[in-house]
Nanobody, 118 residues
Framework: QVQLQESGPGLVKPSQTLSLTCTVSGGSLTTNYYYWSWIRQPPGKGLEWIGYIAYSGSTYYSPSLKSRTNISRDTSKNQFTLQLSSVTPEDTAVYYC??????????WGQGTQVTVSS
């Protein structure tokens, strides 16, 4: 059974880059037809999909966040990473990593709180 675990700083200053890592166990980032996503939930709001890195290594981002987002992976460590640049307090959220197939998000990490504040 695949397990995902987010890690990274819980506090980021405005204008800096938010960086989170998702460590995957029980499954490989390169297994065909799986898409490894980052999703967030701001306080009092719904889930917002940020982007994914596919089994092939290709990436796709939400148009609203594309200019500030980069998702990469280290297959030797079975980890994938989110970088979100030029953050503002509106980027404060619980951030999740998840695995999807055909846009069905079947496996999730527990989530990590990131607060943007000076």
């Amino acid at each position: 059974q695949v397990q995902l675990q987010e890690s990274g700083p819980g506090l980021v200053k405005p204008s800096q880059t938010l960086s989170l890592t998702c460590t995957v166990s029980g499954g490989s980032l390169t297994t065909n037809y799986y898409y490894w996503s980052w999703i967030r939930q701001p306080p009092g709001k719904g889930l917002e999909w940020i982007g994914y890195i596919a089994y092939s290594g290709s990436t796709y981002y939400s148009p609203s966040l594309k200019s500030r987002t980069n998702i990469s992976r280290d297959t030797s460590k079975n980890q994938f990473t989110l970088q979100l640049s030029s953050v503002t307090p509106e980027d404060t959220a619980v951030y999740y990593c998840a695995r999807a197939s055909d846009w069905h998000f079947g496996s999730w990490g527990q989530g990590t709180q990131v607060t943007v504040s000076s």
